[in-house]
């Protein structure tokens, strides 16, 4: 499917150019890389030194504060989004498939993901290129929430692992238990499941599915920037 892959098309050469004079917006004006999906840029929101969960804010393209994290678990890894990709109609019908479940929608957000490294980054709103390993099948309610587990290009540790297999099964399952109860409060139930670990090869599929289904959501903001 690489080849089929252009979504690097989209803001360049005008996203360069406006961003010489604005603040590029970290989900529509940062490229997705050049080499994706075999390394992508990614927009880090959190790191694991992060007592508040910070999202983008996607109408500003600024960091805020999604809300307190309500018990002791923090985020083991990196993480946020890759930019240009779009959890839609494919996003969905590819998790329906491979789940056996009906009626399963993309969230509508950019694709999830947790990038690691052994060095210590002191806080997010940062730009990171990272490898994708594998990833997990998640589930929130009837919608598609998959998370990409990537690692930092060039990071000592982890820099030359190629899939998730790699990982010891105790980094799997930190990062498994963070996503199965970071969005627990108190006297709600939460409704969310991971229903599979994929490979890296599926990851990146994944990751071209997130990027078709940016291309098609934002289609009108494509013409809008080359007319601009």
């Known amino acids: ?37 075999e390394i992508v840029t990614t927009f880090i929101e959190v790191v694991p030194t992060d007592t508040i969960k910070y999202e983008i804010d996607k109408e500003t393209g600024y960091l805020k504060i999604d809300r307190p994290q309500k018990y002791s678990n923090v985020v083991p890894a990196l993480y946020g989004f890759i930019p240009q990709t779009f959890c839609g109609d494919k996003i969905g019908e590819f998790c329906a498939q491979k789940s056996g479940r009906e009626s399963i929608k993309g969230d509508g957000d950019p694709l999830d993901i947790c990038v690691l490294t052994e060095k ?19 589930i929130d309610g009837n919608q ?14 982890y820099g ?19 996503f ?26 994944i990751i071209q599915l997130a990027a078709q289904d940016y291309d098609s959501r934002f289609d009108s903001l494509r013409t809008a920037l080359s007319n601009y």
């Open 180 to 205: 199965l109860t970071y969005k627990d409060m108190p006297g709600l139930d939460a409704d969310c499941e991971i229903t599979h670990t994929y490979n890296a090869a599926e990851a990146k599929e």
């Open 144 to 157: 598609a929430d998959d998370k990409i587990i990537a690692v930092l290009k060039g990071d000592i540790l």
């Open 160 to 178: 030359d692992m190629k899939d998730i297999e790699e990982l010891p099964q105790l980094v799997i399952n930190r990062l498994k238990h963070y």
């Open 1 to 37: 499917m690489a080849d089929e892959f252009t979504t690097n098309s989209l803001m360049d050469p005008i996203g360069r150019l406006m961003g010489l004079r604005y603040k590029s917006h970290p989900w529509h004006g940062i490229n997705i890389g050049t080499e994706a999906p």
């Open 120 to 138: 210590e980054i002191p806080h997010g709103d940062i730009i990171a290129h990272a490898r994708p390993i594998g990833g997990f099948r998640m």
